[in-house]
């Protein structure tokens, strides 16, 4: 039997205008309703944050920012803190998500801080990391992924790990190569990386190691998600395009849904 339930969420990256979030959310809200197998989450630009907060409260689909500031309060000019996302109900935070990294450099000193931040909000990590196309090319996959979680693992001191069990963080497995590009890992790479990112956090603590859940992002579609969902180290999925129209989204969340009760059945 599985120890964790699995998430599905939704990053919607740069899109949405008020009135199509409106039908997407209401429709979402809609169909999830009575899935309650497994838990699902739209990350919104930060602006949709309200909305999101006035259409989905009460429903099972939870919803969450696509970053989050290193700052608290001060002069900095276009930040949003971890305690503004918060006072909109979210539950979620997206970090270190490669498309950050690449676009705004956002060093792995500016990520810990932010992880910080959102630890100190409430809110729970997706902390993302995978490899280029030309480091696994090179072989060097397992070695970048590592020092990525190892980063993030060093730096959060005892108490902050604490709160992060205590929050639920979660680690998201993106390959760069995958992510937007229609060519997903197969189900065997997906869950060679994650049991190895498991065993990452085992060093530190075993028992969190077998909670944690590990989801798997870079085109994931109604057509893969089953074979990926399957595989015992993937608990879910952080999915983009096929999360921004609300058939497909539906269509992946049921069939976790469906996975999840099969796999607690006696
Ligand atoms: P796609 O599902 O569009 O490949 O995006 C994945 C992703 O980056 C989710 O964070």
Redesign the pocket.
């Known amino acids: 039997m599985n120890l964790r339930r699995t998430l599905i969420v939704g990053?919607w990256?740069l899109h949405g205008t008020l009135a199509g979030n409106q039908t997407l959310l209401l429709q979402l809200r809609a169909n999830l309703r009575g899935l309650d197998a497994v838990d699902f989450a739209v990350c919104v630009p930060y602006v949709y944050l309200f909305q999101a907060q006035q259409l989905l409260s009460g429903s099972n689909l939870l919803w969450g920012s696509q970053n989050v500031s290193q700052y608290d309060v001060g002069a900095y000019t276009s930040c949003i803190s971890a305690a503004m996302i918060a006072e909109f109900g979210c539950q979620f935070v997206?970090l270190a998500?490669?498309?950050r990294r690449m676009l705004r450099l956002e060093s792995h000193e500016v990520t810990a801080q932010r992880f910080l931040r959102a630890l100190e909000g409430g809110l729970t990590p997706i902390y993302?990391v995978g490899e280029a196309q030309a480091e696994r090319d090179a072989g060097l996959a397992e070695e970048v992924v590592k020092r990525q979680v190892l980063n993030m693992l060093h730096s959060l001191d005892d108490d902050a790990f604490a709160r992060a069990k205590q929050l639920n963080m979660v680690v998201?497995y993106?390959p760069v190569w995958?992510?937007?590009?229609g060519q997903h890992a197969s189900p065997q790479e997906a869950q060679a990386m994650h049991a190895f990112i498991r065993e990452l956090i085992a060093a530190r603590d075993p028992l969190f190691a077998k909670r944690i859940r590990i989801i798997y992002?870079?085109?994931?579609t109604a057509d893969n998600a089953q074979e990926m969902l399957s595989m015992p180290d993937i608990d879910g999925a952080?999915?983009?395009?096929?999360?921004l129209v609300a058939e497909t989204f539906t269509q992946i969340c049921r069939i976790a849904n469906d996975l999840s009760l099969k796999s607690h059945q006696p």
Request: hydrophobic share 35%; aromatic share 0%.
């Open positions: 990053n990256k997206i998500h490669s498309e993302c998201a993106e995958a992510i937007g590009t992002g870079g085109s994931i952080l999915v983009g395009r096929s999360a």
